[in-house]
């Protein structure tokens, strides 16, 4: 059969831009505007080539189809890699005086947060400032790329600069939460920038009534405070995070509990461990959900990051809940022991397993039909967790291994039409040792580029996402392990809580301890900071 024309048709090369007819006929372009200019015209080559193609399948006898398809689909790839190389210009716009700050070019595949990274390069960034960027009355999230928030070449983005002021929250054995005021470094004496031990303004917390304290966080909105204590079979208070005054408890108790993303309800397990929903206004329940029978056994409810769906572990298997009505979607089965936690994807498309089985297991949260076992690990698992921008997920194990997952979405053409199929696979890139062989804690930054890992050990050590390089070590300030660590909501900050009965507070680009925070009798078991 006859080949379409675009078939072996020379294909233009980056790399000699400066050679190039585009770069001879637009003299006075800059470097960046000839090279944005030549990929569009590649890119527009390429989809007429596509154009062409499609309508030479159409025409296609049936049995030749399939081969054309896999030309087709070689070709849709290339538009693809070539949009995502094209440069695009930003324009940013100080919010306020409407004075243009600067002119960036990246590419679509960047990231939010690498924009702030470029538009703030020169300048320095200044930690007692917050940087938000507004696109068509939106905030940009810095995880999000510049493809998905819809900017194009040329578009302008306005710069609002904020003041910050920084609380943490801490959580100890001793029974009490305590608030740190914290200044920020151009906000401190010289004498408390050589002493990073100096005493910060506290403001503690007195729950020695409810007996040992698990847990304590701000909600999202930041507007209240929430405690979890181990009392009564598991107590559940709200707090005013201004006043620091009582606003309720969890209506029938709670063994564990969470804030959704909004900050207006939280999930977990109440004191008979059954799930349950509840107001975070008045602590009322909204819904409760049960066990499939009698004899199994509720270990974790979380909410998926758009709050729609509850995920509950029940033994072996999954529930998914509709968190508006408390009615079961959907039981996955696949797991031949205990779910120990569970994370759904950004987009609330992915749900990713642990089991004490030593595996975990990528699913579709639509479906409920399992992608792919993820093997690897030889003990039981402890953590899951998505990258912000669900491009990659992390598992860690008893068996002290962290191993990083890149999640690829592969399309598969059907035979019988031009539309396609896409299934989502994980690939490990690469695995890191804890020291002393033990897991505490591990979370993505922000912006998804690090993971920050505690193990056994008095440090905190920053991963890159990619290629797992060690890039920075938090260390010199505690004295015995480091139980948990933690970003701020920018990530600028990180916050660790230690088994020495201390926290502290870092700068998350530089390693530097800004803030250690003294005062706690007992092991401190959490620390969560926040600008404010």
């Given amino acids: 059969s006859s080949q379409p024309s675009c078939i072996g048709k020379p294909e233009p090369r980056l790399d000699n831009w400066a050679s190039s007819e585009t770069a001879l006929m637009a003299p006075s372009m800059s470097k960046p505007e000839c090279t944005h200019q030549f990929q569009k015209d590649q890119a527009q080559e390429l989809r007429s080539a596509i154009n062409h193609l499609k309508r030479f399948i159409f025409s296609a006898p049936a049995d030749e189809r399939k081969a054309w398809e896999d030309v087709f689909e070689c070709f849709g790839a290339q538009v693809e890699d070539v949009e995502m190389m094209r440069e695009l210009q930003i324009h940013i716009r100080n919010a306020v005086s409407g004075e243009e700050v600067k002119r960036v070019w990246l590419r679509p595949s960047d990231t939010v947060a690498r924009l702030c990274e470029a538009t703030l390069c020169e300048a320095g960034q200044v930690l007692a400032e917050s940087h938000r960027f507004i696109f ?100 559940g208070q709200l707090w005013c995070a201004n006043s620091f005054e009582h606003l309720c408890s969890l209506q029938g108790g709670a063994l564990s509990a969470t804030f959704s993303s909004d900050g207006e309800s939280l999930v977990g397990l109440d004191a008979d461990g059954n799930a349950r929903t509840w107001s975070a206004e008045i602590g009322k329940t909204r819904h409760k959900m049960f066990p499939g029978n009698e004899d199994a056994e509720m270990h974790f409810a979380q909410f998926s990051p758009c709050g729609r769906l509850v995920v509950v572990g029940e033994d072996c298997c999954v529930q998914l809940w509709d968190s508006s009505t408390g009615e079961l979607l959907n039981t996955l089965h696949g797991h031949e022991d205990v779910v120990k936690t569970a994370a759904v994807s950004s987009d609330g498309e992915l749900l990713l397993t642990a089991s004490a089985d030593g595996t975990a297991r990528l699913w579709s949260c639509k479906t409920g039909e ?108 505690h004295e015995d392990w480091v139980r948990s660590a933690s970003f701020s909501d920018d990530g600028r900050l990180v916050a660790t809580a230690s088994y020495d009965g201390t926290a502290a507070v870092w700068d998350a680009a530089t390693g530097q301890c800004v803030h250690a925070l003294k005062g706690h009798d007992e092991a401190v078991v959490s620390a969560d900071v926040i600008s404010s």
């Fill in 370 to 477: 399992c992608l792919q076992v993820l093997e690897g690990h030889a003990k039981p698992l402890a953590l899951c967790s998505f990258s912000p921008g669900r491009l990659q997920a992390v598992t860690a194990s008893q068996d002290g291994l962290v191993k990083m997952w890149q999640l690829t979405e592969k399309k598969s053409v059907r035979s019988n039409t031009l539309g396609a199929d896409y299934r989502v696979t994980a690939e490990c890139m690469f695995t890191l040792k804890a020291d002393g062989g033990v897991v505490n804690s591990a979370c993505f930054s922000p912006d998804g580029a690090c993971l920050l890992v505690s193990d056994a050990s008095e440090t905190v050590k920053l991963f890159g996402a990619k290629l797992g390089e060690l890039q920075l070590t938090f260390g010199g300030t």
């Fill in 136 to 235: 068509q009355c939106q905030e940009l999230q810095h995880h999000v790329t510049l493809r998905h928030a819809g900017l194009c070449h040329g578009d302008t983005v306005d710069l609002i600069r904020v003041p910050l002021e920084w609380q943490c929250v801490t959580a100890s054995h001793d029974g009490t939460a305590r608030i740190w005021h914290l200044e920020s470094e151009q906000q401190r004496s010289a004498v408390e920038r050589v002493n990073s031990s100096a005493s910060r303004e506290c403001t503690g917390l007195d729950l020695k009534s409810h007996g040992v304290l698990r847990h304590a966080v701000f909600s999202p909105c930041k507007t209240r405070l929430l405690t979890m204590s181990t009392g009564q079979g598991g107590v």
